[in-house]
């Protein structure tokens, strides 16, 4: 397979593979630093139509995105995450009722262990236009030893297309604009948002998707104390989670909420994908070839 200027289609296999080297890549760090030089060539080839993109994890505000303006106690603020935290204990309180909400599933944060947490997305809340709806939250974040919701993810897209998000208060000129949207332009981010296109809306049926340069943006709101703020992009630490383990789970499985940390082994089949980023091996830095992808010259 090759990659040219003009066509940017890579196959589901190969970006599984690129996602399991991106996790690998993540983990070490830079992979050797007498590579600095072959890796950065990599990167330019594999994102030639993406100035902005990266290999590793990483972030860009959206366009007249702004924290500065944002409190914790500003009475915007207080009633979205109200709205939130109200919506998630009636609704969506732990997976069993994502799962019959028809959220799906992806364990695509890098956190592990005690502090590992993961989003859950609902292809019909996703694109239906509805921004900043706690009832009809985009994504759900939810901390994997409890199996609780602990916060949700708004993701602005409308159609399968992204659009501009809309300021939680705020105007553009105004000092008081708080507006904490953010996109993923590193290769983990961006593999996880093709991935559940690819895997869940069913965006590709020849089994190829372009792959994006960037996520539709997107904004956290967390119900559960954060020392950084409501919308930080990052989960709070184990000690400010202080929820309860979910009750035991309608649908069958030998895991415990408390007990188990929650992952794909722990659902139901019928509700973990066929192929998985974790199925296909990491890459060998010494080699320094994390897809497998024909680059060009």
Request: with cysteine; glycine share 8%; net charge negative.
């Amino acid at each position: 397979m090759s990659d040219s200027d003009d066509d940017r289609t890579v196959s589901r296999r190969t970006l599984l593979r690129a996602s399991a080297g991106t996790a690998a890549l993540s983990a070490i760090g830079s992979a050797r630093a007498d590579d600095g030089n072959e890796r950065d060539d990599l990167v330019r080839r594999f994102d030639r139509d993406c100035p902005d993109a990266t290999i590793e994890p990483s972030m860009a505000h959206c366009e007249g995105a702004s924290m500065e303006g944002c409190a914790d106690d500003h009475p915007r603020t207080v009633a979205l995450q109200s709205a939130v935290a109200d919506a998630l204990e009636r609704r969506y309180p732990d997976v069993d009722a994502l799962l019959e909400a028809g959220y799906k599933p992806y364990f695509d944060t890098l956190e592990t262990g005690d502090d590992s947490w993961s989003h859950w997305l609902n292809p019909a809340f996703i694109g239906d236009g509805d921004l900043l709806e706690p009832e009809r939250p985009e994504s759900v974040l939810v901390d994997n030893e409890t199996w609780r919701s602990i916060g949700v993810m708004f993701i602005a897209t409308q159609d399968g297309t992204a659009v501009a998000p809309p300021a939680v208060y705020g105007e553009d000129a105004d000092a008081e604009l708080c507006s904490p949207w953010h996109a993923h332009t590193g290769l983990p981010g961006r593999f996880a948002w093709w991935f559940y296109r690819q895997t869940y809306e069913g965006a590709a049926a020849d089994g190829d998707l372009e792959f994006p340069c960037r996520t539709p943006c997107m904004l956290h709101v967390w119900t559960v104390d954060h020392p950084e703020s409501v919308y930080a992009h990052d989960a709070p630490p184990r000690e400010d989670r202080d929820v309860d383990p979910a009750d035991e789970p309608t649908f069958d499985t030998d895991a415990v909420p408390g007990e188990d940390d929650l992952g794909w082994a722990a659902l139901p089949e019928a509700v973990v994908p066929d192929e998985l980023p974790a199925d296909l091996a990491p890459f060998d830095p010494s080699g320094f070839d994390p897809f497998g992808i024909d680059l060009g010259p």
